[in-house]
């Protein structure tokens, strides 16, 4: 018995070893990866019907578990938002945060909705909760509201809580309101936390995001005393931060905002904290630079100006002044006209009816260019299959093969009822000269084509005035935004 007790011990112990070793190899790994982006949306300027479809297939391309963004714009409803149109086209991102925080004013005849602007988050996971932190406004240089909107995103294996930021560009609001932000991650501990969004950073004034990455207010730190307040008084109580660019490119600057048209790049407001203690950054990236934007879909955003400009025309036309406006503001470099936005400096507004670009009259000559080229492309048509039916005598099987077994195709093999045979025969030449227009089918095809030269020479002419305001594209409408895609991949620690 004592044998077959210690070997009953040797064999458990051997069993004890190979489950080990098993849940060593075959146990899945403890780290998560994330992949998290952040973009200033640019609210709705410049063609943002064209621009989303940019976005979506960066977002799509780059893979992104959960994206941040700001400038978001909705209507008053909240039915319809900047975020609803990328989930369109972005079926695998089925959940969003959204927190309207202001509403916008509106230019001038600007057609209705997009009036509220505000914070949102993407993502192909789960959002578990969110909450909107108001932050306090003090400033006087800075009218607009600042919130943050935080989500807590289900990733499988953890759940990580972002915080979507859009901070004040006054430099005192900016330092309050990290304060705040820092007092309120101390008081719900999240282990997981990422920091991201547009924090309005300058070069010369970055001692709100030192604050921030320290997880306290430094003495060297310029902020004003009021921020220090709301230090942490114990060193447990500290929550520092890693900036995901300057932990991989400390010597590279990373500039992500543009003042366009010039002087371009100029600073790094976009940025993508992550939790120093529990998360590790192994990849940060730039995104979304015009080039790509501009060969892609400089034609398309040529054909909405035209569409627009004919669309101010037709309210012309019809005495309607509604909608006929910018759907925002063109900047210092452009003015509003026929409702695009023109190059060329900002005193060049003109509202329709004043505007001879598209004046009633523009209108009218697109009507008459539209009837006649439909009616010149269906005489030229009918001149091809003429001539084609020219040669049915060496053609004819072909012919009955595809089914043209009919009057159009052999007129001469129509029979008709007796006592009619004269009236029908008449009616049918009367057709023939009608469709025709009386001549032999290859005069008819080269009038054809002579019309549609004519007609193409006419609406150079008619159209000159409203083609210069299509053509005159401000450089900023050649690019996604005026922003930057920020992107990291963090892994848990």
């Not at 995103?153 to 990290?178: E, T």
């Not at 992500?256 to 976009?270: H, I, Q, Y």
């Not at 000269?433 to 008819?444: A, E, F, I, Q």
Request: net charge positive; aromatic share 12%.
């Amino acid at each position: 018995m004592l044998r077959m007790s210690k070997l009953t011990q040797y064999l458990a112990l051997l069993i004890c070893c190979v489950g080990f070793l098993c849940e060593g190899i075959y146990a899945p790994s403890s780290t998560t990866s994330i992949k998290v982006g952040t973009y200033n949306l640019w609210n709705v300027m410049f063609n943002w019907n064209i621009r989303k479809y940019y976005i979506a297939e960066l977002i799509q391309e780059l893979d992104l578990d959960v994206i941040a963004f700001q400038e978001v714009r909705s209507d008053n409803d909240g039915q319809r938002t900047q975020l609803t149109d990328l989930q369109e086209l972005l079926p695998a991102y089925q959940w969003t945060a959204y927190k309207p925080i202001q509403k916008v004013t509106l230019p001038k005849r600007a057609p209705k909705g997009w009036e509220w602007e505000g914070l949102g988050l993407l993502s192909r996971h789960r959002i578990v909760n969110t909450f909107h932190q108001a932050l306090s406004h003090q400033s006087r240089q800075d009218a607009n509201e600042r919130m943050v909107l935080h989500a807590m995103v289900n990733l499988g294996n953890i759940h990580a809580n972002f915080s979507v930021v859009h901070l004040s560009y006054d430099k005192w609001q900016q330092c309050v309101n990290v304060a705040e932000i820092m007092r309120y991650l101390r008081e719900t501990k999240p282990k997981y936390s990422i920091l991201l969004g547009d924090f309005n950073t300058y070069i010369t004034y970055e001692w709100p995001l030192e604050g921030l990455l320290r997880g306290y207010f430094s003495a060297q730190n310029k902020c004003p005393k009021v921020a220090f307040r709301q230090n942490p008084t114990l060193e447990a109580e500290v929550f520092s931060y890693a900036d995901a660019w300057m932990a991989l490119n400390p010597h590279r600057l990373g500039f992500t905002f543009s003042n366009m048209p010039e002087p371009g790049f100029e600073s790094r407001p976009d940025r993508i904290l992550a939790s120093s203690r529990y998360l590790k950054v192994t990849s940060c990236l730039l995104h979304g630079l015009g080039d790509s934007y501009e060969n892609k879909y400089t034609s398309q955003v040529k054909w909405t100006r035209l569409w627009r400009v004919l669309e101010a025309a037709k309210a012309t036309y019809y005495g309607t002044k509604e909608n006929t406006g910018c759907y925002h503001d063109c900047g210092p470099h452009g003015s509003c006209r026929c409702s695009v936005c023109v190059a060329g400096g900002n005193k060049k507004a003109c509202m329709p009816p004043k505007c001879p670009e598209c004046s009633s009259d523009i209108y009218f000559y697109y009507l008459l260019a539209k009837a006649l080229l439909i009616c010149f492309i269906v005489q030229l048509m009918i001149s091809i299959v003429h001539l084609v039916v020219i040669f049915k005598s060496k053609y004819r099987y072909q012919l009955q093969r595809t089914g043209c077994n009919c009057c159009l195709c052999f007129p001469h093999s129509c029979t008709f009822p007796k006592g009619k045979t004269t009236r029908l025969r008449c009616s049918l030449h009367a057709w023939r000269r009608c469709l025709y227009l009386g001549m032999p089918p290859l005069v008819h095809f080269i009038f054809s084509i002579i019309c549609l030269v004519v007609l193409s020479a006419l609406c150079v002419r008619w159209f000159e005035e409203p083609m210069k305001i299509v053509n005159a594209v401000l450089k900023e409408e050649l690019n996604p935004s005026d922003h930057l895609m920020v992107t990291a991949v963090l892994e848990t620690m």
